[in-house]
Nanobody, 121 residues
Framework: QVQLAESGGGLVQAGGSLRLSCEAS????????MGWFRQGPGKEREFVAV????????YYSASVKGRFTISRDNAKSTAYLQMNSLKADDTAVYFC??????????????WGQGTQVTVSW
Protein backbone atom coordinates (compact mmCIF):
# COMPACT_ATOMS: atom_id res chain seq x y z
CA GLN A 1 0.00 0.00 0.00
CA VAL A 2 1.46 3.30 -1.12
CA GLN A 3 1.54 6.10 1.43
CA LEU A 4 2.58 9.69 0.85
CA ALA A 5 3.06 12.12 3.72
CA GLU A 6 3.56 15.82 3.13
CA SER A 7 5.14 18.20 5.62
CA GLY A 8 6.57 21.69 5.73
CA GLY A 9 3.51 23.81 5.16
CA GLY A 10 2.69 26.84 7.25
CA LEU A 11 2.18 30.58 7.33
CA VAL A 12 4.71 32.81 5.58
CA GLN A 13 4.83 36.43 4.53
CA ALA A 14 4.75 37.39 0.89
CA GLY A 15 8.25 37.22 -0.55
CA GLY A 16 9.25 34.47 1.85
CA SER A 17 10.17 30.84 1.30
CA LEU A 18 9.02 27.40 2.36
CA ARG A 19 10.18 23.89 1.56
CA LEU A 20 7.65 21.12 1.37
CA SER A 21 8.61 17.47 1.76
CA CYS A 22 6.80 14.34 0.69
CA GLU A 23 7.94 11.02 2.09
CA ALA A 24 6.74 7.96 0.21
CA SER A 25 6.50 4.29 1.14
CA UNK A 26 5.01 1.14 -0.24
CA UNK A 27 6.74 0.72 -3.60
CA UNK A 28 10.06 1.39 -5.30
CA UNK A 29 10.31 5.16 -5.15
CA UNK A 30 12.77 5.69 -8.00
CA UNK A 31 10.47 3.96 -10.47
CA UNK A 32 7.83 6.69 -10.31
CA UNK A 33 7.54 10.33 -11.11
CA MET A 34 6.58 12.65 -8.28
CA GLY A 35 4.31 15.62 -8.72
CA TRP A 36 3.01 18.53 -6.71
CA PHE A 37 -0.46 19.93 -7.13
CA ARG A 38 -2.34 22.59 -5.20
CA GLN A 39 -5.89 23.67 -4.53
CA GLY A 40 -6.56 27.22 -3.50
CA PRO A 41 -9.73 28.51 -1.79
CA GLY A 42 -12.64 28.17 -4.18
CA LYS A 43 -10.41 26.86 -6.95
CA GLU A 44 -9.91 23.56 -8.67
CA ARG A 45 -6.82 21.46 -8.06
CA GLU A 46 -4.02 22.57 -10.36
CA PHE A 47 -0.65 21.22 -11.43
CA VAL A 48 2.46 22.79 -9.92
CA ALA A 49 5.51 20.68 -10.82
CA VAL A 50 6.67 17.18 -11.67
CA UNK A 51 10.00 15.35 -11.59
CA UNK A 52 10.86 12.10 -13.30
CA UNK A 53 11.98 9.00 -11.40
CA UNK A 54 15.71 9.35 -12.16
CA UNK A 55 15.48 13.14 -11.60
CA UNK A 56 16.47 13.75 -15.21
CA UNK A 57 13.42 15.79 -16.16
CA UNK A 58 11.32 18.44 -14.48
CA TYR A 59 8.38 20.49 -15.62
CA TYR A 60 6.62 23.46 -14.00
CA SER A 61 3.43 25.38 -14.40
CA ALA A 62 3.89 28.85 -15.81
CA SER A 63 2.69 30.40 -12.57
CA VAL A 64 5.55 28.96 -10.49
CA LYS A 65 8.37 28.56 -12.99
CA GLY A 66 11.45 30.42 -11.82
CA ARG A 67 10.21 30.60 -8.22
CA PHE A 68 9.65 26.95 -7.26
CA THR A 69 12.08 24.04 -7.57
CA ILE A 70 11.11 20.40 -7.42
CA SER A 71 13.69 17.80 -6.41
CA ARG A 72 13.90 14.32 -4.98
CA ASP A 73 16.22 12.11 -2.97
CA ASN A 74 15.65 8.54 -4.09
CA ALA A 75 17.75 7.18 -1.22
CA LYS A 76 15.33 8.79 1.22
CA SER A 77 12.18 8.15 -0.83
CA THR A 78 11.38 11.82 -0.47
CA ALA A 79 10.38 14.55 -2.87
CA TYR A 80 10.70 18.25 -2.17
CA LEU A 81 9.21 21.50 -3.36
CA GLN A 82 11.30 24.58 -2.62
CA MET A 83 9.07 27.63 -2.88
CA ASN A 84 10.67 31.07 -3.08
CA SER A 85 9.27 34.56 -3.64
CA LEU A 86 5.89 33.40 -2.40
CA LYS A 87 2.82 35.39 -3.32
CA ALA A 88 -0.66 35.54 -1.82
CA ASP A 89 -1.91 33.66 -4.88
CA ASP A 90 0.24 30.69 -3.82
CA THR A 91 -2.03 30.16 -0.81
CA ALA A 92 -3.42 26.65 -1.16
CA VAL A 93 -3.38 23.12 0.10
CA TYR A 94 -0.42 21.44 -1.56
CA PHE A 95 -0.59 17.76 -2.45
CA CYS A 96 2.17 15.45 -3.52
CA UNK A 97 1.37 12.62 -5.88
CA UNK A 98 3.14 9.62 -7.36
CA UNK A 99 2.65 8.21 -10.82
CA UNK A 100 3.67 8.90 -14.40
CA UNK A 101 5.66 11.89 -15.63
CA UNK A 102 2.80 14.18 -16.52
CA UNK A 103 1.00 17.41 -15.66
CA UNK A 104 -2.37 15.65 -15.56
CA UNK A 105 -3.72 14.63 -12.17
CA UNK A 106 -5.28 11.53 -13.75
CA UNK A 107 -1.78 10.15 -14.41
CA UNK A 108 -1.01 9.98 -10.69
CA UNK A 109 -2.45 7.03 -8.79
CA UNK A 110 -1.35 7.84 -5.26
CA TRP A 111 -1.90 11.06 -3.34
CA GLY A 112 -0.96 12.54 -0.01
CA GLN A 113 -3.37 14.21 2.38
CA GLY A 114 -2.09 17.70 1.65
CA THR A 115 -0.37 20.43 3.60
CA GLN A 116 -1.64 23.98 3.98
CA VAL A 117 0.46 26.88 2.75
CA THR A 118 -0.78 30.35 3.61
CA VAL A 119 0.96 33.45 2.29
CA SER A 120 0.08 36.70 4.01
CA TRP A 121 0.41 40.17 2.59
Amino acid sequence: QVQLAESGGGLVQAGGSLRLSCEASGRTFRNYAMGWFRQGPGKEREFVAVISGPSVSTYYSASVKGRFTISRDNAKSTAYLQMNSLKADDTAVYFCAQGRYSARSADFDSWGQGTQVTVSW
